[in-house]
């Protein structure tokens, strides 16, 4: 079945230092890959998506992610963190499914940033 | 400015009453979507529409139903039924159903029914 596991719910990292959210997905085929953003209260953003060719992409806010095929994975990078950067962060995966085409989401790793 | 508004940003019921989410947007989409986020479970699908006058049930339909009459709308309703509605809400739209069309959310309605 088709899935996607973030497997860090929480990270704390210094504002200054870098940043590695990890994401893996299991899916029969190359899936469409997003990574969200979602400040508390508010709706998801979508920070960068991947859809086939140069596997390290370039998202907004400073981010980017690689996508590994030989790993199943998207992870989320970012050099320096900033303060504003701490929200939850959210990989997906979308792609057909059962004769639909379906999105889905990862539980989340929520990011605090120390100053 | 093009984006998805829901209202009320934040809603309170009693046990046993229906309560509708209102859901629009103005990017044109053909697809839009509804779900249900808990803490620590990610996002849930509740329905999903492709186009106008259809939709179809997602992972946890039931307690739920939509309508799609206008290809901008797509109204939420939580019935009675559903066993623990208490939840934040967050409606979604795509271009269309296909092609890793990204999703554009709006702010979500956090609802309290007690």
């Known amino acids: 079945a088709q899935s996607v596991t973030q497997p860090d719910i929480h990270i704390t990292v210094s504002e200054g230092a870098s940043l590695e959210l990890r994401c893996n997905y299991s899916y029969g085929a190359t899936p469409y890959l997003f990574w969200y953003v979602q400040s508390p209260g508010q709706g998801l953003q979508l920070l960068l998506k991947y859809f086939s060719g140069d596997t390290l992409v370039q998202g907004i806010k400073g981010f980017e992610a690689e996508f590994k095929r030989s790993q199943s994975s998207f992870n989320l990078r970012k050099p320096s963190v900033h303060w504003s950067d701490a929200a939850e962060y959210f990989c997906?995966?979308?792609?057909?499914?059962?004769?639909?085409?379906?999105?889905?989401f990862g539980t989340g790793t929520r990011l605090k940033v120390l100053a | 400015d093009g984006g998805i508004t829901q209202s009320p940003k934040y809603l309170f019921r009693k046990e046993g009453q229906n309560v509708t989410l209102s859901c629009e947007q103005n990017l044109n989409h053909d697809a839009m979507y509804w779900y249900r986020q808990d803490p620590g479970q990610g996002l849930r699908l509740i329905y999903y529409s492709q186009i106008v006058n259809d939709f179809q049930k997602g992972d946890i339909a039931e307690g739920y139903s939509v309508s799609r009459e206008k290809k901008e709308s797509f109204p939420l309703t939580v019935t009675s039924a559903q066993k623990n509605p208490t939840a934040f809400y967050l409606c979604?739209?795509?271009?269309?159903?296909?092609?890793?069309?990204?999703?554009?959310f709006g702010p979500g309605t956090r609802l309290t029914v007690t």
């Open positions: 979604a739209s795509s271009h269309r159903l296909a092609g890793g069309s990204e999703q554009y």
């Open positions: 997906a995966v979308g792609g057909p499914t059962s004769g639909t085409y379906k999105y889905i």
